[in-house]
């Protein structure tokens, strides 16, 4: 079965610092998001991108947050300059504009950023 | 204002028997949404409702939804140590455009007992 792949699982950073964090969506998904969970926090929306460009984005997706798909297969979230309060799970998703699944969103398995 | 408020936060029952999760939620939706959550891992797909739907089975797995009361439930029956996990309802509010943005509660930790 198709699934969202991250990479990498783990990444830990000085504060400052730039990440990359990357993700491999389903191949015939439209759709890609970006959330994150602060541990022991709910998870909240960061940013959807469609059609090569971002659709939606949250408060918490300020001039230090951007998103690309630099190729047909990986999307990623670059955070320039990281902070402590960078530090949470950051989840990949996405979903398909069509068919009886379109609006389930499909998740990856995270990437765990500690900012030190 | 918050969407997806769930509850119990936590609940701790016997191998067997029946977990009963509640949401609820404050704005009008297209859908809701449960995902599971192993800890420390990724987010599954459980089950979606719809706003026009009533109630939807899949598996052990049956979830309602009122939408007067604005509040969703997942059952899980005859549960299993293996549906240990946090369990998460997502709305997905109208007129959010196709963004499909969607608005995680915080959670009910579920513990299943052998």
């Known amino acids: 079965e198709p699934e969202v792949t991250q990479t990498p699982s783990h990444q830990v950073t000085q504060m400052g610092q730039e990440v990359i964090l990357r993700c491999v969506p389903i191949s015939n998904h439209l759709y890609f998001y970006w959330y994150r969970q602060i541990l022991g926090q709910k998870v909240e929306f960061l940013v959807s991108?469609?059609?090569?460009?971002?659709?939606?984005k949250s408060e918490i997706f300020d001039d230090q947050f951007s998103v690309e798909r630099p190729d047909g297969s990986n999307f990623t979230l670059k955070i320039r300059s990281t902070k402590l309060e960078d530090s949470a799970m950051y989840f990949c998703a996405s979903r398909d504009i069509s068919g009886t699944t379109q609006e389930t969103q499909y998740f990856g398995p995270g990437t765990r950023l500690l900012v030190l | 204002s918050q969407q997806g408020e769930e509850d119990p936060q936590a609940l701790s029952i016997q191998e067997g028997e029946n977990a009963t999760m509640n949401c609820s939620y404050k704005?009008?939706?297209?859908?809701l949404q449960w995902y599971r959550q192993n800890s420390g891992r990724g987010l599954v797909h459980l089950i979606l409702?719809?706003?026009?739907?009533r109630e939807k089975h899949s598996g052990r797995l049956r979830v309602t939804l009122d939408t007067s009361k604005k509040s969703s439930s997942l059952l899980i029956t005859a549960s299993r140590a293996a549906d240990t996990a946090s369990y998460f309802c997502a709305t997905v509010r109208k007129g959010s455009g196709n963004t499909g943005k969607l608005i995680f509660g915080q959670g009910t930790t579920l513990q299943v007992k052998p």
């Open positions: 991108f469609y059609n090569n460009e971002i659709s939606e």
């Open positions: 409702i719809r706003s026009n739907e």
């Open positions: 704005t009008s939706i297209n859908n």
